[in-house]
Nanobody, 123 residues
Framework: VQLVESGGGPVQAGASLRLSCAAS????????MGWFRQAPGKEREFVAG????????HYADSVKGRFTISRDNAKNAVYLQMNSLKPEDTAVYYC?????????????????WGQGTQVTVSS
């Protein structure tokens, strides 16, 4: 499966952004999906994950209550709605796919990655 993210950009603190991840190749419904982010000089970190059906989601504590992950299997797409953005949310955001049946948060558990989209939040 090939993944392409879009929707990033520069915003002010408190603003909202919606990231999209479009898939080609194998249908996304086979995969649990995740969003990760990586800030300069930092390791890639888990942000949010969603089950194949979209029924179950899980989030990093740092984004809980502000970010929402969703998916539309008919459109072969996954989304990340980001509200109340903070400067510390600045990073390159990646979507990723895993064939694991578990809600994993480590990057090594994912087998396909997009190229990333930059989100920059200014104060």
């Amino acid at each position: 499966v090939q993944l392409v993210e879009s929707g990033g950009g520069p915003v002010q603190a408190g603003a909202s952004l919606r990231l999209s991840c479009a898939a080609s190749g194998r249908t996304l419904s086979y995969y649990r999906m995740g969003w990760f982010r990586q800030a300069p000089g930092k390791e890639r970190e888990f942000v949010a994950g969603i089950s194949t059906s979209g029924t179950n989601t899980h989030y990093a504590d740092s984004v809980k209550g502000r970010f929402t992950i969703s998916r539309d299997n008919a459109k072969n797409a996954v989304y990340l709605q980001m509200n109340s953005l903070k400067p510390e949310d600045t990073a390159v955001y990646y979507c990723a796919a895993t064939d694991s049946p578990y809600a994993i948060t480590r990057p090594g558990g994912y087998l396909a990655w997009g190229q990333g989209t930059q989100v920059t939040v200014s104060s």
